[in-house]
T-cell receptor, first 110, second 116 residues
Framework: DAKTTQPTSMDCAEGRAANLPCNHS???????VYWYRQIHSQGPQYIIH???NNETNEMASLIITEDRKSSTLILPHATLRDTAVYYC???????????FGKGTKLTVNP | GAVVSQHPSWVICKSGTSVKIECRSL??????MFWYRQFPKQSLMLMAT?????????EQGVEKDKFLINHASLTLSTLTVTSAHPEDSSFYIC????????????FGDGTRLSIL
C-alpha cells in the first residue's frame, strides 16, 4: 500500500502557483519523497525528489517539513499543460520500488 | 536527458497470440528496468523488476510464465505477453533507472494493448 495521503483533486487558475500537499507521517529516516505526474494516456513524468532539504529544479519546488511528515510540491506558474494526476511517493527504504497511490488530479483552468 | 522509448505504443491482436513490447533507455544505461500495468481509472501497479543479465523479480500475483521479461542489455528490456486474452488488455508502462539507490526512475510513454 502507498504510504502517502493526497487530496483526490485540486483546481488552479492558469498563471497562479499550484501547491499540492502530501502527507507521509510514517516516513523513515532514509526514505526519499518523489513526485511524478501523469498526463492522460502517457507514462508518468519524473518531477523532483528530496530527502529533507527543500529542492528546486526547472519544473517545480519541493518543500519538506522539518519533521518530514509532509511535503508540498509547488508549480510556480501553472499552465494548462500542467493538468495531470500528480503522485507523491515515498520510496521504500532499501528498495528501488515505487508504489503508486491514487494521486491528486490537478486541473488548471483558463 | 533520461529518455525512455517504448514500442509499440498501441497494439491490437487476437486472443491467443503473443505480444512483445520493447523498452529502451536512449541516452543512459539502465541498471534496472521496471514493468507496470495500469487498468482504466486505476493507478500503476508494478509487475516486475529486472536487472541486466539477471532473471526478473515478479510481484505477487503476476505470472512469470505469462509475462516473460528479458533484460539482455543495459539499454533494452522486453516484455512478452504470452497467449494473451482479453483480460490482459491494459496499459503497459516500463521505466528505467540509472545506477542504484535513490536515482529516479524514468518512464516510457506506455503501450496500450487490446486483445480481441
Amino acid at each position: 500500500d502507498a504510504k502517502t495521503t493526497q487530496p483526490t483533486s485540486m483546481d488552479c487558475a492558469e498563471g497562479r502557483a499550484a501547491n499540492l500537499p502530501c502527507n507521509h507521517s510514517t516516513i523513515s529516516g532514509n526514505e526519499y519523497v518523489y513526485w511524478y505526474r501523469q498526463i492522460h494516456s502517457q507514462g508518468p513524468q519524473y518531477i523532483i525528489h528530496g530527502l529533507k532539504n527543500n529542492e528546486t529544479n526547472e519544473m517545480a519546488s519541493l518543500i519538506i517539513t522539518e519533521d518530514r511528515k509532509s511535503s508540498t510540491l509547488i508549480l510556480p506558474h501553472a499552465t494548462l499543460r500542467d493538468t495531470a494526476v500528480y503522485y507523491c511517493i515515498v520510496r521504500q527504504g532499501g528498495s528501488e520500488k515505487l508504489v503508486f497511490g491514487k494521486g491528486t488530479k490537478l486541473t488548471v483552468n483558463p | 536527458g533520461a529518455v525512455v522509448s517504448q514500442h509499440p505504443s498501441w497494439v491490437i491482436c487476437k486472443s491467443g497470440t503473443s505480444v512483445k513490447i520493447e523498452c529502451r533507455s536512449l541516452d543512459f544505461q539502465a541498471t534496472t528496468m521496471f514493468w507496470y500495468r495500469q487498468f482504466p481509472k486505476q493507478s500503476l501497479m508494478l509487475m516486475a523488476t529486472s536487472n541486466e543479465g539477471s532473471k526478473a523479480t515478479y510481484e505477487q500475483g503476476v505470472e512469470k510464465d505469462k509475462f516473460l521479461i528479458n533484460h539482455a542489455s543495459l539499454t533494452l528490456s522486453t516484455l512478452t505477453v504470452t497467449s494473451a486474452h482479453p483480460e490482459d488488455s491494459s496499459f503497459y508502462i516500463c521505466s528505467a533507472q540509472q545506477g542504484s539507490g535513490n536515482q529516479p526512475q524514468h518512464f516510457g510513454d506506455g503501450t496500450r494493448l487490446s486483445i480481441l
